[in-house]
């Protein structure tokens, strides 16, 4: 039987924080264990967490960051905590998930389908009810040299590539056996190097039937370019280093997905004059996130390279 502790991670947010853990608690398939990483939060969050704290039972288990260590460092911890406990599986959201009813429920009857051991994700809307975290379909080919990610299709899973940490069930057994996500990662692509990660051992699925709400609304392309707050464009270096990074460690420097990845970097950076608003400062983003990624990959131990546990 598969028993499950969510992994909620939140830093700041303590309104939507409040509706996650609503939604978590209103699972038709029970959630046995929660626990909340608060990633250095402010003062709201933390009397929030205390009241928390002191309204839920001891299956609530609260780890408090002292510094902000992005999602990648905050699900790295949670999983952490969630390693010991009485669970089979991991529930991954960040506080602005709001998964429906039925989200828990769907995921284990589609466990049933492919195996427990098989990583499996929500199928993902956002606020305007529009698709969102779109990720990659898998081309893995069958023994008839043709891609299978239709196979279960007529029971409304589809075998994807990677999926992200919205709604993301893995068993701990699993965790146990590739490690944990990178920390180093801070933010974006921490998922995505996870989710390839655990592809050497299991397969992914997206279900269709589980469905969870991501609370947000617009452009959700990771684009520099289109960024209007000057505050913002900095952080876009993460995402430049850690996409370089995966490609560099998963397919290698002259591989097509690398020299893509490369050229739209810099056609990333064409767009960015173009849009004549904060040009400098998002060229300089770009540029320093393609040395960092070539640094990074260069200069990580191998064992955090894999993600092992201490």
């Keep these: 039987m598969i028993t499950v502790a969510a992994v909620v991670v939140t830093r700041n947010r303590p ?10 608690d209103s699972q038709t398939y029970p959630v046995r264990q929660l626990v909340v990483v608060d990633n250095a939060s ?25 510094e902000n260590t992005g999602g990648a460092g905050g699900f790295h911890e949670g999983m952490r905590a969630a390693l010991p406990l009485p669970c089979t ?8 998930c709001e998964p429906e009813p039925e989200a828990m429920a769907e995921l284990v009857a589609a466990a049933a389908i ?3 051991d098989a990583v499996l994700g929500s199928n993902v809307f956002d606020l305007n009810g529009e698709s969102i975290n779109v990720q990659p379909i898998s081309q893995r080919s069958g023994n008839n040299n043709m891609p299978q990610y239709a196979r279960y299709l007529a029971d409304g899973l589809l075998e994807m590539k990677t999926l992200t940490f919205v709604s993301f069930l893995v068993s701990t057994d699993l965790v146990r056996k590739v490690g944990l996500p990178l920390k180093e990662f ?3 692509a921490d998922d995505t190097e996870y989710c390839l990660r655990l592809a050497r051992f299991t397969k992914l699925y997206q279900v269709g039937k589980s469905k969870t709400k991501h ?5 959700a392309s990771q684009r520099v370019f289109v960024e209007q707050d000057p505050r913002k464009i900095a952080q876009y270096h993460w995402l430049y280093r850690n996409r370089l990074f995966v490609n560099l460690k998963y397919d290698g420097l002259s591989s097509t997905d690398t020299i893509q990845f490369i050229y ?8 960015s004059i173009k849009s004549g608003r904060f040009a400098l400062a998002k060229c300089r983003t770009i540029l320093y996130g393609l040395w960092s990624g070539v640094a990074f990959a260069r200069s990580m131990p191998k064992k955090e390279k894999l993600g092992l546990l201490d």
């Design 15 to 24: 309104a939507l924080l409040k509706q996650c853990l609503e939604a978590i």
């Design 42 to 66: 402010d003062e709201p969050t933390r009397e929030f967490l205390a009241g928390e704290t002191a309204r839920r039972s001891a299956d609530f288990h609260l780890v408090r960051l002292e």
């Design 89 to 96: 599986h991991m529930w991954l959201m960040d506080d602005d």
């Design 114 to 116: 492919v195996g427990e």
């Design 186 to 188: 801070f933010i974006w």
């Design 215 to 219: 609370l947000k609304s617009g452009d």
């Design 264 to 271: 739209r970097s810099f056609r990333d950076m064409i767009m």
